[in-house]
Structure formats: C-alpha cells, structure tokens
C-alpha cells in the first residue's frame, strides 16, 4: 500500500511502537530507486546517465511469522520524490531512532565477580 510520506511516518510509529510493547519481533525497513524508464537488457544501467534526479520508494513491514498468512501481514511504503529526499531523511533516521530505541534491552551494570588469579611463588 502506497502512502503519503506524512501517513508513512504515523505507520512506522505505530508498527514500532507495537513491537516495542511486545517485547520481540522485527522490523524490516527496504528501499530501492524508482527506474524513470524502462530498462532493456541490452543496456540495464541505462537510466544512470540521465540528468534527472530519480526518486526512491521505501518498505517497511513486520517481520514473518510461520503462523501468519501473506494477506495478514503488516507492509506499507511510500514514494519520496528527489526534492524531498533530504528534509525526509531527517525525519526517517529520527522515527527508526525513537523506534529501536524504545526496544532496546537495559544492558546489566553488574559486575561478576571472577577469582582473582594470584602468581605461584617459586621456591628455592
């Protein structure tokens, strides 16, 4: 499902937030160029030399499971026009940063306690 960058970003905060609340699960985040024309198999990177900048479609989805069917499944994208890119970035990286975050394991401060090795005093 495509939707606007705006309505993306509401997604992606609900789709993280859910997992945080879970506990487990992951995450897919994807992104690939959107082709202005189409490629032949003469010449694929063809549309690499055009002057106009290309725009970039991003995926984000739930990770799988056995139990769930493909039509179940959380997966929606968004189109982000060349212009737009930069100020979406900024929003982008700061989403995934609050979103992992959030589930991210308290590291443990305890220290263990090891046997302190001591040196063997040689003898006469």
């Known amino acids: 499902m495509?939707?606007?960058n705006d309505e993306?970003?509401?997604?992606?905060?609900d789709l993280f937030s859910k997992k945080n609340e879970k506990g487990k699960g992951?995450?897919?985040?994807?992104?690939?160029?959107?082709?202005?024309?189409?490629r032949s198999a003469s010449?694929?990177?063809a549309d690499l030399s055009t002057a106009q900048p290309t725009s970039i479609f991003i995926r984000a989805s739930a990770g799988h499971s056995r139990d769930q069917t493909p039509s179940?499944?959380?997966?929606?994208?968004?189109?982000v026009q060349s212009e737009e890119l930069e100020a979406f970035y900024v929003r982008y990286a700061?989403?995934?940063?609050?979103?992992?975050?959030?589930?991210?394991?308290?590291?443990s401060r305890?220290?263990?306690?090891?046997?302190?090795k001591g040196k063997k005093?040689?003898?006469k």
């Open 72 to 79: 179940s499944r959380i997966q929606f994208g968004t189109i």
């Open 26 to 38: 992951t995450v897919f985040l994807k992104q690939k160029r959107l082709y202005q024309t189409p």
């Open 121 to 123: 005093e040689g003898g």
């Open 43 to 45: 010449d694929p990177l």
């Open 94 to 107: 700061e989403a995934c940063r609050k979103g992992m975050m959030g589930g991210m394991k308290k590291r």
């Open 8 to 13: 993306f970003f509401l997604r992606l905060h």
């Open 110 to 116: 305890e220290k263990k306690k090891g046997k302190k």
């Open 2 to 4: 495509h939707l606007s």
